[in-house]
């Protein structure tokens, strides 16, 4: 009796796209509005993805098989000699939730940490290499206060010294009340 070898497409497509099948064939019905072509859709929908050379790099396999029936779908129609015009249903989205950051999040993010680098490189010397030393580099205070020749008290006053100066810079500034009203009047009197 030989073992059964399982490939890793064959893993992938029970762990992460047959599961949803029920979803597939609901939303190839209501594109096609037939029920046997529905089950063919899906049936070529999958016989497709066993071709694919990036199986690896889908990130939404759910989202992916439902765009694959879209498509499949349209290409049916357009085939077909009699087209009946009724439009055509949105991509379904799957209660699978896509963990990738869109491009609004991304450039953010990069932007967020420009200003975290600028705020620490503006920070006093003595004041950046406790902080860098401390947080980033993961050293004892004891270590680096040996190092620097300076005691654990003075140390912790840089690193509380340069948590407070990257706080103010990197607090986004709102001007008082009272700034606003005394721009205010002098805006009026001009």
Known sequence: MTALHVRPIDRWFVDEVLPH???YIAYARRTVRDEDEAGDIVQEVYAKLFT???WTA???????VMRMIYSHSID???????VTM????????????????????IVAARTQMARVHQAIAALPDRC?????????????????????GISISTFEKRLARAVQL?????TPYEP????????SQEKMLL
Do not use: C, K, W
């Not at 991509?91 to 999040?105: L, N, Q």
């Open 176 to 183: 008082a009340m009272d700034d606003v009203s005394e721009q």
């Open 21 to 23: 099948e029920s979803a």
């Open 52 to 54: 694919l050379d990036g």
């Open 86 to 105: 009724q439009p055509m249903p949105a991509p379904a989205i799957t209660d699978v939730a896509d963990d990738m950051p869109d491009s609004f999040r």
């Open 128 to 148: 950046r290499i406790a902080l860098v030393r401390r947080r980033f580099g993961e050293e004892s205070p004891r270590a680096i206060a040996d190092d620097l």
């Open 166 to 170: 990257l706080t103010h810079a990197l």
């Open 76 to 82: 049916r129609i357009r085939q077909a000699r009699v």
């Open 58 to 64: 889908i990130a939404n396999p759910p989202g992916y």
